[in-house]
């Protein structure tokens, strides 16, 4: 079955002030995770889940964002001339790879509102949202493949969830879940989610059951952020948002199957860098002889 969820929307405006200095100039999201910008991976994630139609909802200091992925001629042209031709065809590879749709966030205001502004484009549909900092490499389906397989079982909103460790919290969005569905098409249970927090202390935190940056929203979740008031941080959260929205329609979670590098930390992105270049046999050794 060709399931109807087509559009992704990746909210790439975020300030990275986890990484400043280097992002005063450079977008958190072209930072390299080993040989390729880290939105390269969420992006290829929505391909090969079958979301073609990408949404990046971006700001005034991401352009390098919309440069990556369009053409660049005088480069192309440059590589062909000196027939190089391999990294040439890179070049138009990448360039071809999605039609991107750009929305500017035009002020700061948070995940939810950045999510709000792409309402004109999602209209009444289901849509997928990729958070770029957390990177999944599967050897299973993408992790928005997962969540998009139990829409199409279950309907409703999906969420991507992880079992974490309580003392890592405050972290994230944490989940209560009223129930759990076994199912033989899926290799963990869906549960049935009644409530969610946006980074709690350890004291108020209702499970250890993690938001992780896959989504599956309806349509309803934009009424609802028209009307959210800003929560944690002082921004308007997207998980306040989902909660309201699991009183009116099933909201289901996924504790998804493969490994996720949180890249939206220093420590995260240098650990996953390392970790994808043991990985691989060309630059096994380079790691190996430094620590030898
Ligand atoms: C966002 C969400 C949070 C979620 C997390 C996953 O937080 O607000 O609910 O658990 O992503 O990475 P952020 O990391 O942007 O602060």
Not at 74 to 92: A, C, F, V
Not at 103 to 119: D, N
Request: proline residues 5%; glycine residues 8%; hydrophobic residues 40%.
């Amino acid at each position: 079955m060709q399931s109807k969820i087509t559009k992704c929307v990746f909210p790439v405006a975020g300030l990275g002030t986890r990484f400043l200095p280097v992002t005063k100039e450079l977008a958190k999201e072209m930072l390299p995770l080993v040989n390729r910008p880290i939105i390269s991976y969420g992006v290829e994630e929505a391909l090969a889940s079958g979301c073609h139609e990408i949404i990046m909802i971006t700001g005034r200091a991401k352009r390098s964002i919309e440069n990556y992925f369009d053409r660049s001629f005088e480069l192309e042209e440059l590589l062909k001339s000196r027939g190089k031709t391999e990294l040439y065809e890179m070049m138009l590879k990448i360039s071809n790879m999605a039609e991107i749709l750009f929305i500017r966030q035009r002020e700061p205001l948070g995940l939810g509102h950045a999510v709000l502004c792409a309402e004109p484009v999602c209209g009444n549909d289901f849509f997928g949202v990729a958070l770029p900092d957390d990177v999944f490499i599967n050897e299973h389906d993408p992790v928005l493949a997962q969540l998009i397989k139990v829409h199409d079982k279950m309907g409703g909103s999906i969420i991507a969830l992880e079992e974490i460790e309580p003392e890592n919290v405050s972290r994230y969005g944490i989940v209560k879940s009223q129930f759990e569905i076994h199912d033989e098409s899926f290799d963990s249970g869906i549960h049935k989610i009644i409530d969610m927090v946006e980074k709690p202390d350890l004291d108020n935190a209702p499970s250890n059951l993690a938001i992780m940056g896959r989504y599956i929203l309806s349509p309803s979740i934009f009424p609802i952020l028209r009307e959210q008031q800003a929560g944690a941080g002082g921004e308007i959260q997207l998980t306040d948002a989902i909660k309201t929205l699991c009183a009116q329609e099933p909201v289901w979670g996924l504790v998804y199957k493969g490994r996720r590098f949180d890249c939206g930390t220093q420590k995260g992105w240098l650990a996953a860098n390392v970790q994808l270049a043991l990985e691989d046999p060309d630059l096994r050794d380079v790691i190996l002889n430094i620590v030898k």
